[in-house]
């Protein structure tokens, strides 16, 4: 099913994360922050053009405002996966040029595009041609031993040149060789001050800064220097941790945080018909293990819910009254 695109706010966004922002995940995070900007995991375009795309574009209504990433070096192939996203109702297609890994490097795409810039402008100029929603593009400040500010203005500059405006920057370099994925998110450091120059030497940019953010006053440090954050692993281990900067992020209108039973109850209907599709019931709980995290209780949630999912008589109804249980002895949930 496709859906009309939504306006976009780009000053809260939770990052695509491979294995973690599937559909599940996405409508669980938007009962909890209903106005932050949420990200597909990447999608290579190739498996867009041949793949089963209800299991790799599917979403509902709810999960709006959503911005599909794709990962990708051919320019047609590209713009024909933005065609089909677009087609399908996201609301943001933006390019991968910030993963890694050894899969994505070894299909010429991902970081080490960063390396070029001619050939990301093309990309993204034939991706705008084809939609009539915004093209974005999340990168690293610099890959090896290319990792000047004076780079990273050169690939800002010459992506920019072909039309997109937005900008999300992973505030770490990348180690193409000898470092994992994992690794790449812990052993180059972090240095936002160049993300925070670059938005002040390209100010009709707009820049999102992402990288280790994990704490309300880093948020609101940010704020002061760029156009907008992106929560990455903070937000999916500690939900409400989201559901909190969502309210600072646009703090008219007050909307009241649900607690975790209120959560469940919102989510019933979902599961109940993605049960109905087969869909195993792990698939949606197994993002559900930092709803109390921080709380007494919280051990006992993530126990439990491994137990969940070997009932075979487990559903929503289940799982809402361990929800009910575990409550009995947590404080009160954030808000």
């Known amino acids: 099913?496709?859906?009309?695109?939504?306006?976009?706010?780009?000053r809260l966004s939770v990052a695509p994360m491979m294995d973690w922002t599937d559909r599940h995940c996405r409508q669980f995070h938007r009962i909890l922050a209903p106005r932050t900007l949420l990200y597909t995991e990447m999608v290579v375009a190739q498996a867009v053009l041949r793949g089963d795309r209800e299991r790799l574009l599917g979403f509902t209504p709810e999960q709006g405002p959503l911005a599909l990433q794709l990962g990708g070096c051919d320019p047609k192939a590209l713009a024909e996966a933005a065609r089909i996203g677009a087609d399908w109702g996201y609301d943001e297609i933006n390019l991968n040029v910030g993963c890694p890994s050894d899969r994505v490097k070894n299909g010429q795409f991902g970081a080490c595009l960063m390396a070029r810039p001619e050939l990301v402008a093309e990309c993204v100029a034939a991706m705008r041609a084809a939609v009539t929603v915004p093209v974005t593009v999340k990168c690293r400040i610099g890959i090896d031993d290319q990792d000047s500010e004076e780079f990273l203005h050169t690939f800002i500059d010459s992506v920019s040149a072909s039309g997109c405006r937005t900008f999300i920057v992973h505030a770490r370099?990348?180690?193409?060789?000898?470092?994992s994925p994992k690794q790449?998110?812990?052993?180059?450091?972090?240095?936002?001050?160049?993300?925070?120059?670059?938005?002040?030497?390209?100010?009709?940019?707009?820049?999102v800064i992402n990288g280790g953010i994990a704490t309300d006053s880093g948020v609101d440090l940010h704020w002061q220097h760029v156009d907008g954050?992106?929560?990455?692993?903070?937000?999916?281990?500690?939900?409400?941790?989201?559901a909190g900067l969502?309210?600072?992020?646009?703090?008219?209108g007050a909307l009241v945080i649900p607690d975790a039973v209120e959560v469940i109850e919102r989510l019933?209907?979902?599961?109940?018909?993605?049960?109905?599709?087969?869909?195993?019931?792990?698939?949606?709980?197994?993002?559900?293990?930092g709803l109390f995290a921080g709380r007494p209780g919280a051990r006992a949630w993530r126990r439990s819910l491994g137990e969940?999912?070997?009932?075979?008589?487990?559903?929503?109804?289940?799982?809402?009254?361990?929800?009910?249980?575990?409550?009995?002895?947590?404080?009160?949930?954030?808000?």
């Open 1 to 10: 099913m496709s859906y009309a695109p939504l306006p976009i706010s780009r």
């Open 184 to 207: 790449n998110r812990e052993i180059p450091p972090l240095c936002y001050p160049i993300v925070w120059r670059l938005k002040a030497l390209r100010p009709s940019l707009q820049i």
């Open 268 to 289: 019933m209907r979902y599961i109940d018909l993605e049960l109905k599709r087969h869909v195993r019931l792990h698939s949606i709980t197994r993002h559900l293990a």
């Open 173 to 179: 370099k990348a180690i193409l060789s000898g470092l």
């Open 246 to 252: 969502d309210r600072r992020a646009w703090p008219e």
């Open 229 to 242: 954050v992106m929560i990455g692993r903070e937000a999916y281990h500690n939900p409400y941790f989201l």
């Open 308 to 335: 969940l999912q070997v009932r075979p008589d487990a559903d929503a109804r289940t799982l809402l009254q361990l929800a009910r249980d575990v409550s009995r002895v947590c404080s009160p949930a954030v808000g």
